[in-house]
């Protein structure tokens, strides 16, 4: 990856510098994370079940995205579409970005259920419609929102500071640190996290926006977490034995479509 330059769109003059901008997305993290963990205490829902996960979702993640939106349009005084929303083409970025999942999670799943015997591949009862929409709705809050701190806001600096191979694997390892604060992480999973943090970023690079980000990461933890019996975020990462060799053959391919698209805006046009 020493061959990787930055291309984005956004103009980091006069914004926070890598340092800084990491303390203020770890305060606004750290903010919304103790908001929604005392959500979920004081509401009396089960925090394994999916109204516990909507909840957490939705208090967690709302606050995160009003204080860094916050931070930016008053401390920065640049428009919110400045953190990975501004151009042309969100539909068509958004459709790719979650077929893509789509497609890396059948893959996943056809891998896993090879190896897996028939009492690993029992699932939950699918929910009821209203449930699969505020599931919807909740994902979308939170993958869009971690996409807005360490694609949307995180990456142009260190990108633009470091270049983008920093860039790249800097904004990827503070995004898999920041899931080491889900309930019993293992370390699979965390090295699973930085793999998909590297993907989305160069595709954040390769765009210059987020808009297909943020739907890959939202259907990427949306669709397990429907069939999981009151699953967590770590549903799709619940990797044990020869399921583990899939899940990092699968993530290295969407690694390596991640890449090739990011190449691909490096080449000279003629």
């Not at 419609?129 to 996409?147: D, I, K, M, N, R």
């Not at 503070?174 to 992480?185: G, I, K, T, V």
């Amino acid at each position: 990856m020493a061959g990787l330059r930055a291309r984005t769109d956004e103009d980091t003059a006069g914004t926070a510098g890598p340092l800084p901008a990491v303390l203020v997305a770890a305060v606004c993290l750290a903010v919304g994370q103790g908001i929604g963990r005392l959500a979920v205490n004081r509401s009396g829902v089960d925090p394994a079940s999916h109204a516990g996960l909507v909840v957490q979702c939705f208090a967690a993640f709302v606050p995160t995205l009003a204080l860094i939106g916050v931070w930016t349009t008053v401390r920065e005084r640049r428009p919110f579409s400045s953190l990975g929303f501004a151009g042309a083409g969100a539909a068509r970025k958004a459709a790719l970005g979650a077929g893509a999942a789509v497609v890396a999670l059948l893959a996943l799943n056809a891998g896993t259920s090879a190896l897996s015997d028939a009492e690993g591949n029992d699932q939950g009862a699918f929910p009821a419609p209203g449930t699969v929409v505020l599931l919807l709705l909740a994902f979308t809050v939170q993958a869009s929102t971690e996409e807005v701190l360490f694609r949307g806001f995180l990456l142009p600096r260190v990108t633009a500071s470091r270049g983008a191979a920093v860039g790249v694997l800097g904004s990827s390892l503070l995004f898999a640190c920041a899931h080491l604060a889900n309930p019993d992480a293992p370390a699979a999973y965390v090295v699973m996290t930085f793999m998909l943090g590297c993907a989305l970023a160069l595709w954040a690079l390769a765009d210059g926006g987020i808009w297909r980000t943020c739907a890959f990461h939202t259907v990427w933890n949306l669709l397990p977490n429907i069939t999981a019996d009151g699953s967590d975020e770590n549903a799709s990462a619940d990797y044990d034995g020869a399921t583990l060799g899939v899940a990092a053959a699968v993530l290295a391919a969407v690694v390596a479509y991640a890449l090739r698209s990011y190449r691909r805006t490096l080449a000279p046009r003629t």
